[in-house]
């Protein structure tokens, strides 16, 4: 099934994807051109056409409470109230080259600190054009209409936090920085705005990064850096099963005895959103090394790792991970990777059922599926990557 | 005061077997070897290199030391170094090495052995099967296995020694038997690696070169590899892939 491969990316050679395309119908907020007096969540949009010249600008709520319109984590409801609230951000655009962040103009320089403000602040904008209908995307949250601006202004000084002034200026590498500020308990969507308007990394290699690389970017920037960390660490020692739905996304996580593993099993059941005609199944693992190869299944493996890693952390143990992913008709728009990120953390927050047995935690969990085990089962990997300290002291 | 001058495929083989694995390493510049070795971060693999002193051109240790090296530099710079070109390294202080070859010269900012990450021990390892071969032989199984699968079976026992892949439709196996094996002691044993490290490995060593191979069941296993000329030797120890509990 090519259309859960591709989620949006036309290989079929089409100039528009159809998918997407049908959520054309949605109603163009009324944007009045001119001088708009409104406040950013805080948040910004960086396109990935025509990069290295991509479309910048601050995300801008035309209605609702700002912060909430960007706080993926507390969102509730079905996919329609996504939809309905990330309709009223306007997305600015204007057209940059992704080099200007090593040299902020006057005009990066003020979405920089509107991002990286610490609450919601009001811009004035001009509007020029309302141009574009809503943005859909397997990666990134909607987003409602776009206008071409012609700058902006903040209208009140953002509070940016002392850590973030700090990296700012420091000239330490991206993933360096990435990492700092992840332990110092800024979330991934903050890391991942001000990573996207180029905030991060030695300044002179600084770039703005389109807003679905930097999703992406973070995830495995961390999930690799988290990796690491805990390499040495025992292995859990009994196998425990966690559990989670929303937005149609029903997600079961095993973590079984043994040396770090990830596997991923992605269903998309029949009539979920890409995969209309029929059930799609798609697979992607990899053991304790780097991942190499950017995944099969695109930005959500990275966005189901990194919750689960976290969760290794806190508990300073290994396992074996298995996650598995069942996309249901519910889910009938893509509404970004949060949704994987979101459902597998608060699937690892929650309370574990404990098995004797992997064999017993599968049970379990294809009892919770829609889909034959026999059908998903047969992807999963029964060995893993052994390390030197199981052998002998390193 | 430290002046080694060697082969320059000597170095390129010795930085080239390091950075499979890691991006800074302490070398020891001991009286009779120049030694080196790491764990890669994930802890599944280790390398360990030494190069002779008999190896060298010249070879002058006023007193051990112990540096740190941005192994990727060195390995770039050493790549421009024309084959049978000599290439001398010296270390006049702590901060920076020296490397000249031709009408070359690059300084080479050094870093704090002590910020990187502590050496491994050298384990001792009891390997029942011993099998020596052609490294290039050894290179076409891997570079075939690949393309079908990320692990493999190494397996040996009194008919020979077999390196085997299976992918979801087809398979591969690679045979030699103890005729067509340099030396062998047809003992039983049989692990499972992952292609993605011995593929890296495998890059060391060319048709000609010597490869031991030291193998258990479901234990690391000891790639021995005599390179450039056998003038150096890198010798990698690769955690194995194991069976769900």
Redesign the interface.
């Known amino acids: 099934m090519l259309c859960a491969r591709c989620k949006g990316n036309l290989l079929c050679g089409r100039i528009k994807c159809p998918l997407l395309e049908k959520f054309g119908y949605l109603k163009k907020v009324e944007i009045e051109e001119g001088n708009i007096e409104k406040p950013t969540p805080p948040s910004a949009f960086i396109g990935r056409i025509g990069y290295p010249k991509v479309y910048a600008g601050p995300l801008i709520a035309v209605n609702g409470e700002p912060s909430f319109l960007d706080s993926p984590w507390l969102w509730k409801g079905d996919v329609g109230d996504v939809i309905k609230l990330r309709m009223s951000l306007l997305r600015g655009m204007k057209r940059m080259e992704v080099y200007v962040a090593a040299n902020p103009d006057r005009y990066l320089s003020d979405i920089q600190e509107a991002t990286a403000s610490v609450k919601p602040l009001d811009l004035e904008t001009e509007v020029e054009k309302v141009i574009k209908r809503p943005v859909f995307d397997d990666t990134v949250q909607p987003v409602g209409v776009s206008a071409r601006i012609q700058g902006l202004k903040l209208t009140e000084n953002p509070k940016i936090p002392d850590r973030i002034e700090k990296v700012y200026y420091d000239d330490s590498r991206a993933v360096d920085a990435v990492k700092f500020l992840f332990d110092h308990s800024f979330s991934t969507y903050y890391l991942q705005k001000i990573f996207s308007v180029g905030m991060l990394g030695e300044t002179k290699s600084r770039k703005l990064v389109p807003t679905r690389w930097s999703i992406t970017a973070i995830h495995d920037i961390l999930g690799e850096e988290i990796k690491k960390e805990i390499a040495c660490f025992e292995s859990v020692d009994k196998t425990m099963l966690f559990s989670f739905e929303h937005f149609g996304n029903h997600f079961e996580i095993i973590l079984s005895p043994g040396n770090y593993s990830f596997q991923l099993v992605e269903i998309w059941l029949k009539k979920s959103f890409w995969s209309p005609d029929t059930t799609w199944i798609g697979y992607d693992r990899e053991d304790i090394s780097r991942k190499r190869e950017y995944s099969v299944l695109s930005g959500g493996y990275y966005a189901a790792r990194l919750p689960v890693l976290e969760h290794l952390r806190k508990i300073r143990r290994v396992a074996s991970i298995i996650v598995l992913r069942e996309i249901r008709p519910e889910y009938y728009a893509p509404l970004g990777v949060w949704v994987v990120e979101e459902g597998v953390r608060k699937a690892m927050q929650g309370k574990a059922e404990i098995f004797e047995s992997l064999e017993e935690a599968l049970t379990r969990a294809a009892n919770r599926l829609r889909t034959d085990r026999m059908k998903w089962e047969i992807h999963l990997r029964q060995h893993h990557q052994s390390n030197l300290g199981r052998f002998f002291e390193v | 005061m430290i002046d080694a001058i060697v082969e320059g495929d000597v170095l390129k083989a010795v930085t080239k077997a390091m950075v499979a694995l890691v991006s800074e390493a302490r070398f020891h510049f001991k009286d009779d070897t120049l030694h080196s070795r790491a ?8 390398v360990i290199v030494n190069v002779p002193r008999d190896s060298f051109e010249v070879y002058k240790v006023d007193e051990e030391k112990i540096v740190g090296v941005d192994v990727n530099r060195i390995y770039d710079i050493s790549k421009s170094i024309k084959k049978g070109e000599l290439v001398e390294l010296i270390l006049e202080n702590e901060t920076t090495l020296k490397v000249k070859f031709g009408s070359v010269e690059y300084s080479v900012a050094l870093i704090d052995p002590s910020a990187i990450r502590k050496e ?2 050298i ?1 001792n ?1 009891e390997l029942p099967a011993k099998i020596v071969l052609d490294a290039g032989e050894f290179r076409k199984a891997i570079s075939a296995a690949d393309k079908i699968s990320d ?1 493999v079976i190494f397996r040996s026992d009194e008919t020979g020694f077999y390196i085997e892949a299976e992918g979801d439709v087809d398979r591969i196996t690679f045979h030699m038997s103890d005729a067509e094996l340099i030396e062998f002691n047809r003992a039983e044993a049989k692990s ?1 690696f ?1 292609v ?2 011995l593929k890296e490995f495998m890059k060391v060593a060319g048709t000609g070169d010597i490869l031991t191979i030291y193998l258990g069941n479901n ?2 296993v000891r790639l021995i590899f005599d390179v450039a000329d056998g003038k150096a030797k890198v010798e990698y ?1 690769l ?7």
Not at chain 2, 39 to 46: K, L, S
Request: aromatic share 8%.
């Open positions: 764990v890669d971060p994930a802890n599944v693999a280790m491994p021990k384990p390892l692990h499972m992952s993605e490290y234990y690391p120890i955690a194995p892939r194991i069976e769900a509990e």
